[in-house]
């Protein structure tokens, strides 16, 4: 079956503080991975993906993340997290077409200044 | 504003009332989807659409709820005798298949749905 965990419910930091925060999935066939954001009052949107090449990757605002096979994990990474980073953040595999995306139960990320 | 964009932004009904909510998806895209997202979950799959074809529809899916996509743009989801349990933010999103799809889905801003 397919499945996604966030291993974090609820992370507060301080700003300049890092973040890590976990992922870890289930998931038939080739696998395309994503991490939305929310933020306060927003709609979902992409903060970055990975499809294939470079297991680490790069989205918007210096996040990354890093694919790793074999743990079945796509951790979401920032060096150095500000208040505007104050968000939900999700986790979402899905099948290569795209037509099949399953979130996790999504990281609220609160930031202190 | 060129985004996905979702009517009403709020809805609040009486339970045993039928409710419609509307998507417009970016034009240029040929998929539409469905989510329902509830507090401390992440978005829920309800359905899905390729142009004007359904072809993908949860099985967690009651028969209350039915989606429709007749001219393969806009998009309606219906709610027939709703129940408490309904209570949710009702996300629309699109994406385009060309290039094979990529799954980088553009989401609405949601309608949120209060069953009295």
């Known amino acids: 079956a397919q499945s996604v965990s966030q291993h974090n419910h609820h992370v507060i930091l301080s700003e300049a503080a890092s973040l890590e925060l976990g992922c870890n999935y289930s998931?038939?066939?080739?696998?395309?991975l994503f991490w939305y954001v929310q933020y306060p009052g927003q709609h979902l949107q992409l903060l970055l993906k990975?499809?294939?090449?470079?297991?680490l990757v790069k989205g918007i605002k210096g996040f990354e993340a890093e694919f790793i096979k074999s743990k079945f994990s796509f951790n979401l990474r920032k060096p150095s997290v500000q208040w505007s980073d104050t968000a939900e953040y999700f986790c979402?595999?899905?099948?290569?077409?795209?037509?099949?995306?399953?979130f996790g139960k999504g990281t609220t990320l609160s930031v202190s200044s | 504003d060129t985004g996905v964009s979702q009517d009403p932004r709020h809805k609040i009904t009486k339970r045993g009332q039928n409710v419609t909510f509307r998507c417009d998806p970016i034009s240029e895209h040929n998929r539409l989807y469905w989510y329902r997202q509830t507090l401390g979950q992440g978005p829920e799959f309800l359905t899905y659409?390729?142009?004007?074809?359904?072809?993908?529809k949860s099985r967690l899916l009651s028969d209350r709820f039915s989606a429709e996509r007749p001219k393969g743009s806009f998009s309606t989801l219906e709610i027939q005798r709703t129940e408490q349990g309904d209570s949710a933010m009702y996300l629309c999103?699109?994406?385009?298949?060309?290039?094979?799809?990529?799954?980088?889905?553009?989401f609405g801003e949601g309608s949120r749905l209060t069953v009295l």
């Open positions: 998931y038939g066939g080739t696998v395309n």
């Open positions: 990975y499809f294939s090449g470079d297991p």
């Open positions: 979402a595999p899905s099948n290569q077409a795209g037509t099949a995306l399953i």
């Open positions: 659409f390729q142009n004007e074809a359904q072809l993908e």
């Open positions: 999103a699109s994406s385009s298949s060309r290039g094979g799809g990529t799954g980088e889905l553009f």
